[in-house]
């Protein structure tokens, strides 16, 4: 079956560092995503891992493992306006190559001053 | 900067009615995409065009459901008739590929209440 797992909730503080967890079990795999939502608004796109390691990108970083099946997004010097919901979505991998996302139900990241 | 546009932003209806939604992509992108997300969870794909072809439909309530993107330009959504579980974020995305690096881009999205 298809199963992705995040923490549904996690609250850190301004200036903080923050590590968000997502771990997949997926009929095939065909690269690992993070959006960001903010309440009310589309998801935006943050990241993007197909290969083992870390890639970074300013304050957010994207770790990947095949062999685990995790992921996590790492947020630095958090601010105010991070507080959002933090998708993981995983591209099915397909004779077809649909490219279908599957998602978590996203966690939602509370920052405090 | 491109963005995918999508009519109305709110809606309300009643159980049993028609209601439509529509999706305009990023201009060049083959391959759209409308998801539904109820509220606290993740979205979930309901049916994906590679130009004006259905891919996948297989998430998509067919009795009640139907969408099409004749032109393989924009794309309606339409639901009859309307129940009341069917409130949720209906949201479309764009892609320029289905491989590689390409991510979706999303539109706003249409919060449809029915009541």
């Known amino acids: 079956g298809q199963n992705i797992d995040q923490p549904t909730e996690m609250t850190a503080t301004e200036g903080a560092i923050v590590q968000i967890n997502c771990t997949y079990q997926?009929?095939?795999?065909?690269?690992l995503f993070w959006y960001q939502q903010h309440a009310g608004e589309a998801p935006t796109f943050l990241s993007y891992n197909v290969l083992d390691g870390l890639e970074e990108k300013g304050r957010f970083s994207s770790f990947l493992s095949r062999s685990k099946g995790y992921s996590y997004l790492l947020l630095k010097e958090l601010q105010m306006k991070d507080s959002a919901s933090y998708l993981c979505?995983?591209?099915?991998?397909?004779?077809?190559?649909?490219?279908?996302?599957?998602f978590g139900q996203g966690t939602t990241l509370q920052v405090k001053p | 900067e491109a963005e995918v546009a999508q009519s109305p932003r709110y809606k309300i209806t009643e159980k049993s009615q028609a209601v439509a939604f529509w999706c305009d992509p990023i201009?060049?992108?083959?391959?759209l995409y409308w998801y539904r997300q109820i509220l606290g969870q993740g979205p979930e794909l309901l049916v994906q065009?590679?130009?004006?072809?259905?891919?996948?439909d297989s998430q998509l309530p067919k009795d009640r459901f139907s969408a099409e993107r004749l032109k393989g330009v924009d794309s309606t959504l339409k639901i009859q008739p309307a129940e009341l579980g069917d409130s949720a974020m209906y949201l479309c995305a764009s892609s320029l590929s289905t491989k590689g690096t390409y991510e979706q881009y999303f539109g706003p999205g249409t919060r449809l209440t029915v009541t």
């Open positions: 979505a995983v591209r099915e991998g397909d004779s077809s190559n649909t490219g279908k996302l599957i």
């Open positions: 201009s060049g992108h083959a391959t």
């Open positions: 997926t009929s095939g795999f065909n690269g």
């Open positions: 065009f590679q130009d004006e072809s259905v891919v996948d």
